[in-house]
Nanobody
Framework: VQLVESGGGLVQPGGSLRLSCAAS?????IGWFRQAPGKEREGVSC????????NYADSVKGRFTISRDKAKNTVYLQMDSLKPEDTAVYYC??????????????WGKGTLVTVSS
């Protein structure tokens, strides 16, 4: 099992980024988490194995969109209208189940997103 994030970088407030999580050997629900400097890690979004169930943290609803390409075994996080408070290291993680239980078994190494002018 391997999870590899990509797509992070520096973006101005109001801008967009798309993160990717290549999830080889993983067929369960996938979640995105983030950890800002000096803060605890928080859940951002999750998508079930079939893609039929999706949830978002209140702080990103209406701005972030999670999706899943089964053929490529990749989960994406489209982030629009980015704010400085979105600055964090973003991680993807594989759930123990096909649904979003919050009990994650495997984690990627993370990708840094910096929102600054």
């Amino acid at each position: 099992v391997q999870l590899v994030e990509s797509g992070g970088g520096l973006v101005q407030p109001g801008g967009s980024l798309r993160l990717s999580c290549a999830a080889s050997g993983v067929y369960y629900a996938i979640g995105w988490f983030r950890q800002a400097p000096g803060k605890e890690r928080e859940g951002v979004s999750c998508i079930s194995s079939g893609g039929g169930t999706i949830n978002y943290a209140d702080s990103v609803k209406g701005r972030f969109t999670i999706s899943r390409d089964k053929a490529k075994n990749t989960v994406y996080l489209q982030m629009d209208s980015l704010k400085p408070e979105d600055t964090a290291v973003y991680y993807c993680a594989a759930d123990r189940y096909n649904y979003c239980s919050g009990r994650m078994n495997y984690w990627g190494k993370g990708t840094l997103v910096t929102v600054s002018s």
